[in-house]
């Protein structure tokens, strides 16, 4: 559901030249021909201007796959969080999640506002065929109207059998403004198909390192999708057996306001402005998804002794699909107490949702009704900001979800300090995969599922001149769900709770010369069915600096990636989720370990890295990088992997 006026405000960090985080510069009075660029963009949901990142010690903000998240070997294939991260939204969730840092998203579509056209082109590519290529593109068509086109596309083949992976993600945003500043519009067209091979694991855990044959990792037989030719045509779509899922977005934002007019009145031009104290808004949402898992060549015997499934002998085919279509239309009221402070007001609205399901069991209409509130109140010397929102489902499919939110913020220091609480607490009913009317429902008998709570405490302090910033969570949770043995669902009733406690810091090792360190302790307490690494860090030491020029900055050095033994999730392909297990144990005995040099010229960046180090060894007098990790059991990442990325950025 996209959030009102205000919503959580996110900090991308860094800067771009001519950017401005306060917003206040009149785009309308700039020369569009001058060699400079005022650009930055906000998000439907927040009420801050951002500014672009040029900053490169640190890839990830450029790669789809954050630090904390492990895969199944291969760039887009299922991917989870080592940190505890439950779902905390209220309604109605189909359920499938493995895939969705590969995707555009609602939430982080961004609005543009600029001087003169500006693009960006996009190009990373690694080992064994794996390329990434975006696109971006934005303009104001005039100084009131701009839009975003971006698209992206990831394709990796992999290297075991049956990871390929084919992902597609297009993008258009617009936004308007009225002349007289009364109106605004926001538009979004979204769309991502995301396509993956799936292999159920190699099928030769115990004696592939050591085997001769199994120097190259394709050669390696795969537990289910066959025996395919390795192909490295990235136009090439069809991915085998696997999952695929596609989901299209309209959103039309409209908003109309009542108010006070004023004008600012310089040498040469009068600009017209307007101060909002009533607001009409509402937003019109149309998506269509589609969840599906197909094996044109199914092994019979695999899919009986996993998921309980009676096939064909020797082999079948297994087709499993959900479509949804999910309308909502939402109308909200917003007043501004201080009309010249648009970061304070009270938001009320209220929803309709209609839901459509079609699937092999049956079609189905569905419906939910809710009701929302937020207040927002940052103040004008901008030292406190606070937050409250709730949500409400009075009656359909998700009636007596609940979502309430309260976070209070305090600026500290002379550098942009602040320190930050925040509760939150959600009643949600448990995502669709376990209501008996999915498709991937495959348990008998039917299982009725309570509602589960999640109460989370949080709080954060950062201190700029520290280099510091400290994070805590702590959460309450009753009725979680979870999976195990592949397709079983499961409720534990019983209370437990977790906590988890952060810490990024960055320390001078001397001129130029960093190590920035980032650490996480996690703790389950009770009867929780949860398993998780106690200690995870990450740490990359190297040198930041201009090494002489003027114009070129650069970050070279190592980066280590290390997580505690813990009894790791399974897999199941068939579900595309991951599921609870406590027999096998994952241990990283070395630190994933990565060399990399970045640099950035004006408006081009560099990324080169290499991935994987620590998988080096000597093997029968022969050295090579075999000695490959296991993060999900019966899955494993490759050995070296060199990959290089560019960015360029073009003002027209």
Known sequence: MIRGAGGRLRSLGGSFKGGSNSGNDSLKRRDKFEDSITIHFRYLDSTRNYTLDSSINDFTRRFPIPPTYITLGNTGTAARNLLFSPTLQPGWDPGFHAFDIYKYQLDKVRFFNTTRPYSELNYVLAGRGEQMIQVIHTQNIKPNWNFLFQYRLINAPGFYKNQKTNHNNYLFSSWYESVNKRYNAYLILLSNKLQSGESGGISDTANFIDNVAYRDRFNIPSKIGGDPAFGTDFFSTNTGSGNRYKDFNVVLRQQYDFGKKDSLVTDSTVVPLFYPRIRFEYTFQYSKSSYQFSDLIGDSLYYAKNYGLKLGAPVDTVLIQDKWVDMRNDFSIITFPDAKNLRQFLRLGAAVQNLSLNNIKGDRKLYNIFGHAEYRNRSRNQKWDIEANGKLYFTGLNAGDYQAYGSLQRSVGKKSGYVQLGFENVNRTPSFIFDPHSSFYLMTPVTDFKKENTTHLSASLYQPWLQLRLTGNYYLLTNYTYITDFYKLQQEGTLF????????????????????????????????????????????????????????????????????????????????????????????????????????????????????????????????????????????????????????????
């Open 497 to 652: 709770n977790l906590l988890q406690i952060g810490a990024e810091k960055t320390i001078n090792l001397g001129k130029s010369w960093k190590w920035r360190t980032d650490v996480y302790f996690q703790q389950a307490i009770g009867n929780a069915p949860i398993n998780l690494p106690t200690i995870y860090t990450r740490n990359r030491i190297g040198y930041e600096g201009k090494l002489g020029y003027k114009n070129l900055n650069t970050a070279f050095g190592l980066e280590l990636r290390y997580h505690t033994s813990y009894k790791a999730d399974g897999y199941s392909p068939l579900l595309g989720q991951f599921y609870y297990q406590n027999d096998s144990t994952v241990r990283n005995q070395a630190p994933q370990l990565t060399g990399y040099w970045h640099l950035n010229i004006k408006s081009f960046r560099f990324y080169l890295r290499a991935e994987n180090l620590n998988t080096a060894r000597v093997l029968d007098k022969k050295f090579g990088w075999t000695n490959n990790i296991s993060e999900v059991p019966g899955y494993y990442y490759p050995g070296l992997i060199i990959r290089f990325g560019i960015f360029w950025s073009f003002v027209n």
